[in-house]
């Protein structure tokens, strides 16, 4: 299911399925909407791809910054992530595997959010994501084909500092944060 459908299903009245607080935004993870900042009770990021898979797992500093950002105090960010050998020939990510759990929590904490679950997902929470990837995991034999992690972090405070913070932009200052800077002058 994509963003349109999700959009369209999410802006239904709430007695048919709808939901009231739910917000759409085409925007780059590097460079959240300012209107989304610190507003986000749960984020959740399905099979993504590039700059934003590897902002899921806090690879790119500045992307998971902007992820970060979007979360609410107290609220998580729930990703089903898969990383295998061609990803790391385009991407430069690695396959995963749960002995990457200490460097991923480690690269989250500097972003002000803790890794709380990291684990392969299950067939079951697989089949129950709506993402048409989910459906071809399916009938490829899911995760034995092409391993899925599960992901699951949490916001212990006002990450939207982390937009500003040096130590999850690898010491250059986050795009998103420029920008704002530079708007609000």
Known sequence: MGMATSSLRAARSVAKGGLPNALFAVAAAESPPDELIG????????FPWGSLLRGALALDDVAAAGIAALLAAGARLEALVSATDRDAATLRIEPLTSGDRPDIADRWARCGVTLKVFEPASDAIIASSPSTWARRLA???????????????????????????????????????????????
């Open 39 to 46: 507003r986000a009770d749960l984020l959740t990021v399905t």
């Open 139 to 185: 009938a490829g034999h899911g995760a034995a084909e092409r391993p899925v992690w599960r992901l699951v972090v949490v916001n212990r405070g006002h990450s939207e500092r982390a937009l500003e913070s040096p130590r999850c932009a690898s010491g250059s200052p986050p795009v998103a944060a420029a920008s704002r800077s530079a708007a609000s002058r």
